[in-house]
């Protein structure tokens, strides 16, 4: 192998530590003269160093450099770890030293003011001579004067310096009080030069600069006690920088606002006792700024109330944002509807304090808790719905006392009078009580964030929802309740009528007594709360409201008695098979037998009678004290099924214009059967003014089609007093009170003196 190429580079480098040799030579200085000089060029160096190589020597140097390099580095890296602990304590020694550094930079800055205000003085030393020497031959009978002021000058800069180091204020601002005074007067008897006063000016006004930070940084103090607080602003102000006396003061109010909020982090953040006492330390943190913004500025704090307000309202917003977060979002969406009005009734009873000094906050509080007062809300009737809606579907629909009269709103003592008062209930209509009671418990003041109507309206929901779980209680109903967009609910049939009672009963009682009084207890909590009550003195009263409510609720009660007396009507008028029970065949038919019939009224009316007589003995027992509910209850049943048969267009198309006229049979037995209805509706107290007229213009209507066949109505029916007297014998018969075998004959017949009369006379049998 040719050694020619590697003999040039070895010679090369061999040359190189030639060099390297004669540079050790040399000082550390004269080495590094070469790289110091701005005239330094690397390229050229490295050209010259290397001119005698070719490239491949160069190549190899570089490689061998490369080599130099990495071993460099892994040498670096295997020092670091094995001196890491080194390094570590080498670093906060560093970090130490410059904390010593810094410190040392202070003392440095404060020595250097000492030095420059003495220079000052020595200046202005000088300058006092100068001025003596300068104006010696022209001021000589101003010399002693002259001589005064300045050794005055002398020494109240050396004493406002001490007064300012020491800092006592109250001294330091007297003294700067009597310099603004002397600058007057030496400006007005011109006893000083110009440079001189303007000197004196400059220390004045420089002075008062270091006493308005001292003053700032002792206002800034944690430690500051209030006393020394309000007479540091008070100095500020006076010093000419009341805005910003007046900006630290409430600063310190708020540090030390939040200084005490952050101590509270032990405290549960559930629970009204948190609540209470944030909302205290808020309120009282701003009354006590607003003491002290009084206390200094006196006449000019108006000038501030725009500050104030907005601090004022800044803190607030903070003690909402931060309820917001620790209680109100949680409960708010677990349906805590008590937490929630708790904590909004604590704020405002402290909010209410200062608006009797004229910082009404309580807007700003209402509109940051409203939302999640209206979500604890809805979230709370939506729990009364379902909660309801799953005992309805076990409910047996028998009426019974609660087994706890807690939110009953009723006595809980177990005295026979008390407990006559107690209300009788089915299971989930006193589960839906209990929880309606509860639920306006915890309301609290719904009518200061305007959500009073927002719970009126969500009850009526609640309830509305709760009919619609007793009318599809009754059997056959179609009622359908689909709040939710998930068809109706499940819920036991009540299959006796005594049951089907019991549902209107439910009904009643909660509309008419047990819901108003649970909505009475807003109005009351407010008379018994001194703040809410004057804060709410300007609002409308809520009374046409309440009873805009009970009309409502009524409104829904008469809907499931609409839903009965169908129901009942439908079980009269049609056979299980769907077939008519009452049309007119029962009428047409009776002309065709040879014989006169017994009189007695038909089935069909027999057997409204009875149910009639069955409704009222069950709602005797269960609406005691309301029996105007039971007798319009069994005036609405016996109006239906009367209201049916004047509206049955397939009934008077037959009796009107059907192939078999109405004769004579037909047309004493509908009106005996009218009778019937009206004697004992009369007897029974339910006989409406509707029913009376409905009945009458029944009557009306057959004569007038018996007489459209040519036969005289008159001539075939008997007196008034027989219809009356079969009507009430059938009311004894079918009562028990009396037997066929006891009833004479002649009784049940019509007289062979049938005369004319006024048909007004039929009805003068009824009243109202």
């Known amino acids: 192998m ?8 070895r010679g090369s480098i061999s040359s190189l530590a030639d060099s390297a040799d004669l540079e050790a030579n040399l000082t ?61 304590r080498t670093s906060k020694e560093i970090s130490d030293l410059e904390g010593e550094l810094l410190s040392m930079r202070n003392l440095l800055s404060t020595q250097a003011a000492l030095v420059h205000g003495l220079a000052d003085r020595s200046r202005l030393g000088s300058l006092i001579t100068e001025t003596e020497d300068s104006d010696a031959d022209d001021m000589l009978d101003e010399k002693a004067d002259k001589s005064k002021t300045e050794n005055w000058l002398t020494g109240y800069l050396e004493k406002l310096e001490v007064l300012l180091a020491e800092k006592r204020v109250e001294e330091a601002m007297a003294s700067l009080q009597e310099g603004e005074t002397m600058a007057e007067e ?40 209030r006393f020394e607080l309000r007479s540091s602003a008070l100095a500020l102000k006076k010093l000419g920088d009341g805005p910003r006396a007046h900006t630290l003061l409430l600063s310190s109010h708020q540090e030390r606002l939040q200084r005490s909020m952050l101590s509270l982090r032990s405290i549960s ?90 910082l009404a906050l309580s807007p700003v509080l209402l509109k940051q808790f409203r939302p999640f007062v209206e979500q604890a809300l809805n979230t709370s009737l939506k729990r009364i719905e379902q909660s309801s809606a799953a005992i309805a579907a076990v409910d047996d629909w028998l009426l019974a006392y609660s ?31 209990a929880m309606v009671q509860e639920f306006f418990e915890d309301v609290g003041p719904l009518e200061h964030l305007d959500l009073d109507n927002l719970a009126y ?62 909505v009475m207890k807003v109005s009351q909590s407010t008379k018994n709360d001194e703040y809410l009550r004057r804060a709410s003195s300007e609002k409308h009263q809520k009374a046409p409201e309440q009873r805009e409510l009970k009309k409502r609720l009524q409104r829904e009660v008469d809907r499931l008695r609409d839903s009965f007396c169908r129901l009942h009507t439908l079980e009269l008028v049609f056979t299980e098979e769907g077939e008519a029970r009452l049309n007119a065949m029962m009428y047409l038919s009776m002309d065709t037998y040879e014989e006169e019939p017994e009189w007695f009224p038909s089935p069909i009316f027999q057997e409204l009678f009875l149910k009639l007589t069955r409704m009222a003995s069950i709602a005797t027992d269960m609406f005691v004290g309301r029996e105007r509910f039971a007798t319009l209850l069994l005036m609405r049943l016996s109006d239906t099924v009367i209201l049916w ?32 209805v009206i004697i004992f509706a009369s007897q029974g107290r339910y006989l409406s003014r509707q029913l009376h007229q409905v009945i009458k213009n029944i009557i009306s209507r057959a004569i007038e089609a018996v007489a459209a066949t040519g036969l005289d109505p008159n001539s075939v029916l008997p007196e008034d007093e027989w219809f009356v007297e079969v009507s009430q014998i059938a009311v004894k018969m079918l009562t028990g009170k009396a037997t066929f075998g006891n009833v004479e004959r002649e009784v049940t017949s019509p007289t062979a003196s049938v005369s004319g009369r006024s048909m007004s006379s039929v009805h003068s049998h009824g009243s109202n």
């Open 2 to 9: 040719d050694p020619t190429p590697y003999s040039t580079p």
């Open 28 to 88: 550390l200085s004269d080495k590094l003269k070469l790289f110091k000089s701005s005239s330094f060029d690397p390229n050229d160096y490295v050209t010259t160093k290397s001119r005698s190589m070719n490239e491949k020597d160069i190549k190899h140097v570089c490689a061998y450099l490369c080599d130099l390099k990495k071993a460099s580095a892994e040498e670096m890296r295997k020092s670091v770890l094995a001196n890491y602990s080194a390094f570590i």
């Open 186 to 225: 030496i400006r007005d008897r011109k006893a000083l030069s110009p440079s001189a006063f303007l000197i004196l000016q400059a220390a004045i006004t420089e002075h008062k600069t270091k006493l308005a930070d001292q003053l700032a940084e002792t206002i800034c103090q944690p430690s500051t006690r």
């Open 269 to 358: 953040y559930s629970g009204g006792a948190h609540t209470a006492t944030l909302s205290k330390l808020v309120f009282s943190t701003i009354s006590q700024a607003m003491n002290d913004s009084l206390t200094v500025f006196g006449e000019e704090e108006p000038a501030y109330t725009s500050e104030m307000v907005t601090w004022a309202v800044k803190q607030v917003d903070a003690l909402c944002f931060y309820l917001k977060k620790h209680v109100l979002t949680s409960t708010a969406a677990s349906g805590g509807l008590r937490i929630s009005s708790e904590c909004v009734h604590v704020c405002l009873s402290h909010c209410y304090f200062l608006e009797a000094r004229g």
């Open 403 to 433: 087994p706890t009269s807690r939110h009953t709103g009723m006595p809980s003592s177990g005295s026979l009078s008390n407990l006559s008062q107690a209300p009788k209930l089915s299971s989930s209509a006193h589960k839906f009580n």
């Open 457 to 518: 309206e969500g009850l009526l929901q609640v309830f509305n929802s709760y009919i619609n779980l007793l009318m599809n209680a009754l059997p056959g109903s179609v009622e359908t309740e689909n709040l939710e967009g998930l068809g109706p609910k499940i819920v036991r049939i009540a299959e006796t009528e005594a049951q089907q009672v019991a549902l209107l009963a439910n009904a009643l009682l909660l509309a008419d007594e047990l819901i108003p009084r649970a």
């Open 645 to 676: 048969l004047s509206e049955d267009q397939a009934f008077w198309e037959d009796i009107e214009a059907g192939q078999v006229p109405l004769g004579a049979f037909g047309l004493r037995q509908l009106y005996l059967d009218m009778q019937f």
